[in-house]
Nanobody, 120 residues
Framework: QVQLVESGGGLVQAGGSLRLSCAASGTFLNIPVMGWYRQAPGKQRELVATLPSGGSPNYADSVKGRFTISRDIAKNTVDLQMNSLHPEDTAVYCC??????????????WGQGTQVTVSS
């Protein structure tokens, strides 16, 4: 079994900062990609940022210059530093990981999500 556990969500005023963290646990070979997605009420889930191991980050246009994604490959973690938050950043943020496991191939896994609320 693979688990992704997020932490760090909460309530912040516009212009403030939050840092989200996600840790993967279980038995697996490696994690080619980790990232963050978000879903606001009444909207579809959208990519926020992804970071392949040994590669460059990919950001949604709406967060470029404000959010920074980082990974600790050895610890199987991914963080999202969110600065200059806007009310429209309010959403449930979910950790995503593409994980390679013996006998299962490469599959996508999701965390349970953490709420981020930005007040105006």
């Amino acid at each position: 079994q693979v688990q992704l556990v997020e932490s760090g969500g909460g309530l912040v005023q516009a212009g403030g900062s939050l840092r989200l963290s996600c840790a993967a646990s279980g038995t697996f070979l490696n994690i080619p990609v980790m990232g963050w997605y978000r879903q606001a009420p009444g909207k579809q889930r959208e990519l926020v940022a992804t970071l392949p191991s040994g590669g460059s980050p990919n950001y949604a246009d709406s967060v470029k210059g404000r959010f920074t994604i980082s990974r600790d490959i050895a610890k199987n973690t991914v963080d999202l530093q969110m600065n200059s938050l806007h009310p429209e950043d309010t959403a449930v943020y979910c950790c995503n990981a593409v994980i390679s496991r013996i006998g299962y191939g490469v599959n996508e896994h999701w965390g349970q999500g953490t709420q981020v609320t930005v007040s105006s």
